[in-house]
């Protein structure tokens, strides 16, 4: 059983243009969360998905970020007009079942590097 | 904010016992995360505490005291391995969900 996968795992983009990050939860899990990790932070919770439905999107900025989780295919998070402060490590992580991050499995995130 | 506290570092020895220290506020607090991240790589979940008292698993083991919003993590028999960030994690309730609030991590660093 394939865990959750991110892709890519290393991304770089130039300030002001776009970054999509993918993630694939594992076999049979309908829920995902994105955290992002910026350097010598904690992890900071951003969005929480269900397929097509966003359930709390309470950690994430106002503006230039968005999340989707459609009925096929990966989850993305997507960030217009990056910005340095935009560099960080997003992880995602999917569980099985309803309101239950006790039981969430990590992706091995993806790196994104603004220059 | 829920703030989750824990040292920045920590150094101990190969074979030897630490403790990871972890303090939460516990408002709308469900139960407590211990995770292990090596640099560069995702975290992994090692225990959760919802009800006071010690949880053993193998040479881990996780104290949770709702009380006085404490935890720590017992690592016994410290191998070069056990060289990595760990995470403490409270859930909490709130807008709908639940939702994991972590602290910055401990690098622990075992040496021979």
């Known amino acids: 059983n394939a865990g959750v996968m991110q892709n890519p795992r290393h991304l770089v983009r130039r300030r002001g243009q776009e970054a999509r990050l993918r993630c694939s939860p594992m076999k049979g899990h309908s829920h995902v969360y994105w955290y992002r990790q910026l350097p010598e932070e904690g992890l900071k919770f951003m969005v929480y998905?269900?397929?097509?439905?966003?359930?709390?999107e309470s950690g994430m900025p106002k503006e230039r970020f968005s999340a989707e989780f459609p009925k096929e295919g990966p989850s993305i998070l997507r960030i217009q007009q990056v910005v340095r402060g935009d560099s960080a490590a997003y992880f995602c992580a999917s569980s099985p079942r309803d309101r239950a991050p006790y039981e969430q499995y990590f992706g091995p995130g993806t790196r994104l590097t603004v220059t | 904010g829920q703030n989750i506290d824990q040292p920045t570092e920590m150094t101990a020895t190969e074979g030897a016992i630490v403790q990871i220290n972890c303090t939460y506020q516990?408002?709308?607090?469900?139960?407590l995360f211990w995770y292990q991240q090596h640099a560069g790589e995702a975290p992994t979940f090692l225990s959760y505490?919802?009800?006071?008292g010690l949880e053993e698993k193998g040479r881990f083991s996780s104290f949770l005291s709702r009380s006085k919003g404490y935890s720590y993590l017992l690592l016994k028999e410290l191998q070069m391995k056990d060289s990595a960030s760990y995470l403490c994690a409270g859930l909490y309730s709130g807008a709908g969900s639940y939702q994991l609030t972590f602290g910055k991590g401990t690098k622990l660093s075992v040496i021979p």
């Open positions: 505490n919802v009800l006071d």
């Open positions: 998905l269900q397929k097509e439905n966003i359930i709390d």
């Open positions: 516990t408002s709308g607090f469900n139960g």
